[in-house]
């Protein structure tokens, strides 16, 4: 296990700044996920922990150790691709032993522990087998497998799921949960999907034109997204954000919303006291709706039944609007339903920048 540091960490491409100079902590031990849009610098922040590419300005620090000039081979740091990268000339068991052998690491002790780590991700039927005959679920364990008996001080995963099915997906993002759990292992995953983000992660960092825009616990950033464009990007679907103003009715501080006038929590009162009358961005969450009988009516124009919830898109007073229901809906295209919003639930952000605004 290791503590990674990245100070001031910077990478350009001649006059291009593909990520401008950052700070990132990942705690020994921990699980963290680089999530972001494609473009973001998130799989450049990944190559260059690997070794894989250079930094053009700062420090990368394992355990109080820079390791900026050190070969890939040397830093004790391995990385699962998103192609897999198996020698598709070699057995699955030769693929597992190629380090091994690489650093004449002796016969029986290569054996022993392919055979423990082909145990572990349910491989050690297909030893015999060359990539191609392999399913794709089953090359990225044994691309897993071959990372693992490195027994590395820090894994770095790739998109590693993006080429699988959704129902392979989900048992290998469970499997590499349980991996992390067993071994305790750095582990630092990189994915535009948030959904994996929000499952795997101990800290999420959210990324966006080569910054780091928010990083923290999951629930903490899903609770408490520092502008729009996080609270948009994490939560699927994702968060309503709605034109509205702050209006007081009878001294009462609220917030105005087309024709809805909502009542402000008392974490708000100081927020609409400062900005009295101004326009503010209102932003919840799809299962934070409500339909009752005090909202406005809104227009159904597309229903989305997964089984276990439905999915309404709404026009509501000229806005988009997705509401999550639990369980099963009777609602059609082009009916009617009242909508309003749960004003304990509300979240709100300046409108010009798109900040969340300070709460008490």
């Not at 009988?293 to 999915?311: H, R």
Request: proline fraction near 6%; aromatic fraction near 6%; charge should be positive.
């Amino acid at each position: 296990m290791a503590r990674v540091e990245l100070v001031q960490v910077a990478k350009r491409y001649g006059k291009q700044s593909v990520l401008h100079p950052l700070d990132l902590t990942i705690p020994d031990g921990s699980f963290t996920v680089l999530v972001g849009p494609s473009g973001c610098g998130k799989s450049t922040l990944l190559r260059l922990l690997a070794g894989l590419d250079t930094v053009s300005g700062g420090a990368i620090m394992l355990d109080q150790k820079r390791i900026n000039d050190l070969d890939p081979a040397d830093r004790d740091i391995a990385m699962v691709f998103q192609s897999y990268a198996l020698y598709p000339h070699l057995t699955v068991a030769e693929n597992l032993a190629f380090h091994m052998q690489v650093k004449k690491v002796k016969r029986e002790e290569q054996k022993s522990k392919i055979a423990r780590i082909a145990a572990i991700l349910g491989i050690d039927q297909l030893l015999q087998r060359y990539p191609r005959a392999l399913s794709g679920g089953q090359r990225q364990r044994v691309a897993m497998g071959r990372a693992m008996v490195r027994n590395p001080q820090v894994f770095l995963f790739d998109e590693p799921l993006s080429n699988l099915d959704a129902q392979l997906r989900m048992e290998l993002r469970a499997e590499i949960k349980s991996l992390h759990q067993r071994f305790r292992t750095t582990m630092v995953y990189v994915t535009h999907d948030q959904v994996e983000a929000m499952t795997l992660a101990d800290q999420i960092v959210v990324m966006k034109e080569g910054v780091i825009v928010q990083q923290g616990a999951p629930l903490a950033i899903y609770d408490r997204p520092v502008n729009t464009f996080v609270a948009r990007f994490i939560g699927s679907p994702p968060m309503n954000l709605l034109a509205a103003r702050f209006e007081k009715r009878d001294s009462l501080p609220g917030v105005r919303c087309g024709e809805q006038w909502l009542p402000l929590p008392r974490r708000w009162h100081d927020a609409a006291q400062r900005q009295a009358d101004q326009p503010v961005t209102l932003g919840v969450r799809p299962h934070d709706l409500l339909s009752d009988a005090s909202g406005q009516p809104a227009t159904v124009s597309i229903v989305e039944i997964t089984g276990e919830s439905t999915l309404l898109h709404l026009n509501w007073q000229g806005f988009p609007l997705h509401l999550q229901l639990s369980g099963r809906s009777d609602a059609v295209p082009g009916g009617t339903l009242p909508v309003t919003v749960n004003a304990d639930k509300m979240h709100l952000f300046d409108a010009s920048s798109g900040v969340r605004l300070r709460e008490q």
